[in-house]
């Protein structure tokens, strides 16, 4: 069972924010946050991580609440490319098996 | 950057053949995996590898083996392929390190059809 929460879809306008939540209640105290995201026909790709302070790299935010049981992934000034599918995920486990949830899709509209 | 290299972008192969996907990383990665990847599931984890030699089954094993003969190398077996196995095969590699263990880095794919 995956052990976070997204909305399935969403829409964002071109040129503004793209906020995109996501839900980890069971998130032990030593597990990251990562982001991916997958445009049509290619592999995913790496966005971010995070273990509790906020982050921010040249492509996103990652904002993680104080309690970690939620995080919200930031794209700033979103463009039609960025139009994807957005995974949150978290480690399952004690081993190294990661899983993917179903993600959002994320549609930029001009 | 990272490079990881799935052999064929896509293949067609018939019902009952042993079918091989093979997987390259270029950065010297402990952790490798392979997932599938269908319509409306999501990406669902079959095996991964934290070692030479070493496998560990994933969410959906069956149907699937896997070979790690040598570091930068992971196989993913297709004992006799069934229709049920026509997929998207994702690769993906990371280092074994506290914290980074999740930074997956992944190949193009392989849109796998079996008829």
């Known amino acids: 069972d995956a052990k976070t929460t997204q909305p399935p879809s969403m829409d964002c306008a071109e040129g503004r924010a793209a906020n995109l939540p996501c839900n980890h209640s069971t998130i032990s105290g030593n597990e990251y946050v990562y982001w991916y995201r997958q445009i049509h026909s290619q592999g995913p790709q790496y966005i971010i991580h995070?273990?509790?302070n906020n982050e921010t790299n040249e492509m996103a935010s990652l904002i993680i609440t104080e309690d970690r049981k939620s995080s919200t992934l930031i794209l700033p000034h979103a463009t039609l490319r960025d139009t994807a599918v957005y995974y949150c995920i978290v480690r399952v486990g004690a081993g190294n098996m990661l899983t993917f949830g179903g993600g959002t899709r994320l549609m930029v509209k001009p | 950057d990272v490079k990881v290299t799935q052999s064929s972008r896509y293949l067609v192969k018939r019902t009952g053949e042993k079918v091989f996907l093979e997987c390259v990383q270029d950065?010297?990665?402990?952790?490798m995996f392979w997932y599938r990847q269908d319509p409306g599931l999501g990406l669902r984890l079959i095996y991964f590898?934290?070692?030479?030699?070493?496998?560990e089954k994933g969410d959906i094993p069956e149907g699937y083996s896997v070979s790690r003969e040598k570091k930068e190398r992971f196989s993913l077996i297709l004992e006799s392929a069934s229709t049920n196995q026509t997929s998207m095969y994702l690769c993906a590699s990371s280092l074994r390190v506290p914290g980074e263990n999740e930074k997956l880095f992944f190949g193009s794919g392989t849109q796998l059809s079996v008829l």
């Open positions: 995070g273990l509790k």
């Open positions: 590898s934290y070692d030479v030699k070493m496998k």
């Open positions: 950065m010297d990665h402990e952790n």
